[in-house]
């Protein structure tokens, strides 16, 4: 793994490390504190990295915000506002494991996609990161409660997943196809691309069928477990990292670890965050809150923190002066909490909207201005 990131000050630099030391720590001891033991070298090095960056900058990154353009050179959202490559890129499982993904289908298509962006990406020394926006085991097509067509299966459909549960061995299917992805992202060396998992996102809200109101909190670690033990010990993925990723319906420490399965089957700590921008000032107090709660339980458990996901919505046409405004107070708010995040990322733009402006959009000066603070960091590797 290659992060070629931008200086930080004038003593610290984010390059290729050696994967024998790592500031008195080896290779070793990188492992025996992840949640897989047998991590590649690759994976153990960007978990390094990461932690590293605690307290120092943030790494900003975009959901499918990197793409190919032509000539085969990486560009996306923030290149294009920048003229600098983000530092992390995002993307989805939903589409791999879509039970349509057949050969010649839409989404093998943008399975290939997929995974000629994240080689590409890494062959930049961008870092990637996976979300899973899973689908239903019942209808198989959607991963909304409200599109659900009862109540019954918002009810049992995560239960039905669970060790035991009448779609269990449908899950283990699902969860070889995300295996079978993985050993196919590799370098132009053959070597396997590390990249972080972040399954089950936004777990404590009501709106995804995974979610805390459709199942007790020990079903909820008992599912994280056997994921992480079934990809790892089973399915032999040793090129994944594991991120633990509630939404905002945390007040404690102790509400954020209701559902937390332990520090054995968790990798980096960090939430998504969309509510606390949509309203005024005040409220990113609330933001703040969270930020230092997870910050804090990061640094005792010795493991990174991250805004998984982040950004307030605002209209490609007619923007209103109100969503720039809500807009700057996101930023304000990472620009003040950094030395408590390694990494944010910006959801994707689409659908009319976006969360990063381009040139010509409103919002692209002040988030200029934001890219240009020295603790934020980027990736400045030169393109050839």
């Keep these: 793994m290659n992060l070629r990131l931008k200086k930080l000050f004038s003593f610290i630099t984010v390059l290729f490390i050696s994967i024998s030391i790592f500031a008195g720590e080896n290779i070793k001891d990188i492992k025996k504190r992840a949640v897989d033991k047998q991590l590649t070298d690759e994976t153990a090095t960007l978990l390094h990295n990461i932690f590293q960056l605690q307290g120092k900058g943030t790494m900003l990154g975009q959901h499918d915000g990197v793409w190919i353009e032509e000539g085969k050179k990486i560009t996306g959202h923030i290149h294009n506002l920048s003229g600098r490559l983000p530092a ?36 930049e020394g961008i870092f990637i990161t996976m979300c899973w926006h899973y689908n239903d085991p019942y209808t198989q097509k959607t991963f909304y409660t409200k599109e659900l067509p009862n109540e019954e299966l918002k009810m049992k459909s995560f239960k039905s997943i669970l ?71 089973t399915l032999k993925v040793h090129n994944m ?3 633990f990723s509630p939404d905002i319906k945390f007040e404690s420490r102790e509400d954020y670890l209701l559902r937390y399965p332990g520090d054995e089957y968790v990798d980096i700590l960090g939430f998504d965050d969309y509510e606390d921008f949509k309203y005024d000032k005040n409220r990113t107090n609330e933001a703040r809150k969270r930020i230092r709660i997870v910050g804090t339980l990061a640094k005792e458990k010795n493991k990174p923190c991250a805004l998984a996901e982040v950004g307030y919505f605002i209209k490609k046409e007619n923007p209103d002066k109100i969503d720039i405004q809500r807009m700057k107070y996101l930023l304000e708010t990472i620009s003040d909490m950094h030395k408590y995040l390694s990494y944010a ?32 960091l980027l990736n400045d590797n030169k393109q050839k």
Excluded at 360 to 372: I, P, Q, R, V, Y
């Design 163 to 233: 060790p035991g549960g009448e779609n269990h061995e449908r899950y283990k299917k699902d969860l070889q196809k995300v295996a079978e992805f993985s050993n196919t992202l590799r370098d132009d060396n053959g070597k396997l691309i590390p990249f972080i998992f972040r399954p089950f996102h936004e777990f404590d809200g009501e709106w995804f069928w995974w979610g805390a109101p459709y199942n007790e909190p020990e079903e909820f670690k008992t599912l994280w477990k056997f994921t992480v033990s079934y990809l790892r010990d």
């Design 241 to 243: 990292l594991y991120a």
């Design 345 to 376: 990322v910006f959801w994707g733009n689409g659908g009319g909207v976006y969360c990063v402006p381009i040139q010509g959009d409103s919002g692209e000066k002040e988030f200029n201005a934001f890219l240009k603070q020295p603790f934020i």
């Design 88 to 123: 992390i890129a995002s993307y989805d499982f939903m589409f791999i494991t879509n039970v349509n993904n057949t050969e010649g289908s839409w989404y093998r298509i943008r399975e290939h996609e997929i995974r000629e962006r994240i080689i590409a990406a890494n062959r």
